[in-house]
Each structure stands twice: as structure tokens, then as C-alpha cells.
């Protein structure tokens, strides 16, 4: 159903899907109207644990939108974890993750800063955004502070009602003390962030709406102010698996983990069924246009496809990759070319010869043995445009041509093995 948002902000949500849940959809729409006409922006955060060196697709949406907060007059906060990640969110989780050391955390935050400056400004004006680690706060905290101020103010009944900790316990998996504790100091992040940049607001996944009404909770006893949170719908594809996974591998943002040319790829070869939802949350193309597609079938959304990877790309890549990645791909696929930007490795061929299902693996066209024998049975492997019959078919330097071989994985898959 849909609803009668009149900041600029909520509707652009609203038309483009973003829309999960929201503590109190009216008061928000409204808290954001009044930022529209004083100009002076709302305050909200987006946060990440620094479990990884970088954010793939599957933590885009959320970053979307806080992409369209900051366009619409407001300033994002981008909050690292350091201290919530030595915990762990426990939210869908069977075991307790292992514990990250300072140097990983510290390289991992680098990473995700990087992830998120693709799309979101940081700088010195008053829509900029700016990083935050939850670690400068807790840091300085005691025990007993912490027992004191935020402990004696949250009922264990609510904590035991959260989905995170509730789904846990009824499959009857273990869940530590630490982890019980994880959406406090969540919940107390916003507190902080409040005191300390006047923050009201919270965007974050569905996964994260449990942890993030305890900060709202916290924030009516802590601070007596009015907290709100908004959460964006968790994405899946046509057979339900959730976005942002490629062949059992994470379709990274930066470019030291994902080449452009694989970045463009996946956009490039998603569900037709798929491809409108996409257009509207991925991409800033007006919805006039993106309207326009609804209704192209056959060759002419294959079309709109290659517009969809163009534009994910140049979001997240810049322009000039988009452009590379998009004539790597018309040479490869359009023309039967290889070469430009396609994924290359290296290897001596005088030490081989070399197993096919390996290779396949070692260049990213396939998660395990078990999936490229698959594609090999099913006719979708080929060497030098050349089909594979044989899962223990060895390569040596008789398949080399101009130095080189090429794998293919189905249509839309390609790399180069350049002989040292």
C-alpha cells in the first residue's frame, strides 16, 4: 500500500522500492519535510562491522540510500564497528564468529571507508559526510559504567524478544554472553551519536531491525529524544538467493577484490525478471525512463541489461571503467575479440601441464570441482572457444595460442591464461 510521504526524501524511497519498516513512517516523513524547508539537515547513520576489507553488492541497498539522504539536503554518518566487530552480530548466526585482531580490524575499516566514499561524499561541508568507529567511545567506558547507565535502563525481556537472539535460541544453538550483549552496545551507538553529532536517525538492512529499535529504546531514556529508524528490504534473486553473490564468490565494490570487467559482468547477466527492480534501487536513471523499460521484452531488454551494468558500474567504478568494462565486453562477446579488460592470469606452462577443473577455478569461473565438472557435463566449459568433454582433460602448451588460453564458462564468462 502505498503511503502519502511529502519530504522529497521518503517518496523517492517509495517509488524506487527501498521501503521495509520504519518505527514511525508519519513522525519521519515529517521530521525530513521540515529539514526540506529550513535547511538544515537531518542527521543519520549507516553502520557497518569491519568483518571484511570491503562491502560487496549485498550491502549496497542500504548504501543507496543513504546516497539519496545525503542528495536530498541531509547528512549521512558512516559508522565502522571497531569496537562491535571484536563482538560479533549474532543476527542469523548458528556459532559465534571468530574474533578479528586489532591489525585486521584496522585494515578492514580502511577498506570499507573505501567502499563507501564510491557513493557517498565525506568532506567539511554541512551535508558531507563523516567516518565514525563506535570504538572511540566504548573504548573509554567501564564495566560498571556501562552496567550502570545503559544496563539498568533495557528490560532482558526485550532483549530475549529479538529476532537475533530469539531465532538462536529456538534452534536451540549456543549464543555467548558476548553476543547477548551486541545489541546494546548497537543500541548505544546512536545513543553517542547523538550527543556527539546530533543524530535522530538509523538506515540499516532488515536484518538489523532488531538491533536498531534498542537504540530508539535507549534513546527515549537516555537522551528523552525522539529516534527514528528505517530499514531497507534484504534483495534476492529470481531462485532466492540473496544479492551480492556470484558463483558462491562475493561480487566485491572495491577493485582490488573485483575486477570492473567482473563488476559489470554480474549486472550484465542478472534475471530478465529481475532487471526493472534493479534499475530503480542501483542506479540514479530517472523513473520516467526506467517506466519506459517496463514493458521491453527479447533483444530490447537485453539492451536495458547492458544499461543496467553501465550505469552500476559508473556508480560505483567511475566512468572511464564503466566505458572499459562495457567495450571489454561488446570485443569479447559481440565481436568473438579477446583481450582489454578481460580477467587475465598467469602461468608457466613449461611446469604443466595443467588440470582443466583447476584452472577453471583458479580464474574465478567456478566456486568448486563439483560445479565446473557440472558445467563441463553440461557442455558449458569451453578452452579456445572449444567444448570440454573431459573433467581430467590436462592443459599443456599445446592448447597456447599467441601465448595464451581462453576459458569459458557459459556465454557471458570469459578469462585469460597468459603463458610466462
Excluded at 216 to 237: C, M, W
Excluded at 276 to 300: C, N, Q, V, W
Amino acid at each position: 500500500m502505498e503511503m502519502n510521504f511529502k519530504s522529497k526524501f521518503m517518496n523517492i524511497l517509495q517509488e524506487r522500492g527501498f521501503l521495509n519498516q520504519c518505527s514511525d513512517f508519519e513522525e519521519m516523513d515529517r521530521v525530513l519535510l521540515d529539514a526540506e524547508k529550513t535547511g538544515n539537515p537531518c542527521v543519520g547513520y549507516l553502520g557497518s562491522d569491519p568483518t571484511g576489507d570491503s562491502l560487496h553488492v549485498g550491502h549496497l541497498v542500504p548504501v543507496m540510500i543513504m546516497r539519496w539522504f545525503q542528495k536530498c539536503g541531509n547528512k549521512p554518518l558512516m559508522l565502522v564497528g571497531g569496537a562491535t566487530g571484536r563482538i560479533g552480530d549474532p543476527s542469523g548466526k548458528d556459532t559465534q564468529r571468530p574474533f578479528l585482531s586489532d591489525e585486521i580490524i584496522k585494515n578492514n575499516s580502511d577498506g570499507l571507508k573505501k567502499s563507501y566514499s564510491k557513493f557517498i561524499s565525506f568532506g567539511e561541508n554541512k551535508t558531507d559526510s563523516v567516518l565514525v568507529d563506535n570504538y572511540d567511545w566504548f573504548k573509554g567506558i567501564g564495566y560498571l559504567e556501562f552496567l550502570r547507565e545503559v544496563g539498568a535502563n533495557y528490560s532482558i525481556n526485550k532483549m530475549l524478544s529479538k529476532d537475533s537472539v530469539k531465532s538462536r535460541l529456538d534452534r536451540e544453538q549456543s549464543m555467548s554472553f558476548l553476543e547477548f550483549n551486541y545489541q546494546l552496545l548497537q543500541g548505544y551507538d546512536f545513543v553517542e551519536l547523538n550527543r556527539r553529532y546530533g543524530c535522530t536517525m538509523q538506515l540499516c538492512g532488515s536484518d538489523q531491525w532488531g538491533n536498531a529499535i534498542t537504540g530508539v529504546e535507549l534513546g527515549h531514556k537516555l537522551v528523552q529524544k525522539d529516534f527514528h529508524v528505517l530499514s531497507a528490504p534484504i534483495l534476492t534473486d529470481a531462485s532466492g538467493k540473496k544479492m551480492g553473490k556470484s558463483e558462491g564468490n562475493a561480487v566485491w565494490l572495491n577493485e582490488d577484490k573485483l575486477s570492473s570487467y567482473d563488476y559489470y559482468q554480474y549486472w550484465r547477466n542478472v534475471e530478465d525478471t529481475e532487471v526493472i527492480k534493479l534499475l530503480k534501487i542501483f542506479t540514479e536513471l530517472p523513473m520516467d525512463k526506467i517506466r519506459e523499460y517496463e514493458s521491453y521484452e527479447g533483444a530490447e531488454l537485453n539492451e536495458v541489461k547492458k544499461i543496467l551494468a553501465f550505469e552500476c558500474t559508473k556508480l560505483c567504478r567511475g566512468e572511464a571503467e564503466a566505458i572499459s568494462a562495457q567495450q571489454t565486453a561488446i570485443e569479447a562477446f559481440e565481436k568473438g575479440h579477446f583481450g582489454g579488460d578481460l580477467p587475465t592470469f598467469e602461468k608457466d606452462f613449461s611446469t604443466g601441464p595443467f588440470n582443466a577443473v583447476d584452472l577453471f577455478i583458479e580464474c574465478n569461473l567456478g566456486a568448486s570441482k563439483k560445479e565446473v565438472r557440472r558445467l563441463i557435463d553440461q557442455g558449458g566449459a569451453k578452452i579456445n572457444d572449444e567444448k570440454i568433454s573431459d573433467a581430467n582433460l590436462e592443459i599443456d602448451t599445446s592448447y597456447l595460442n599467441d601465448g595464451q588460453v581462453v576459458l569459458a564458462a557459459g556465454k557471458k564468462k570469459k578469462a585469460i591464461i597468459k603463458n610466462i
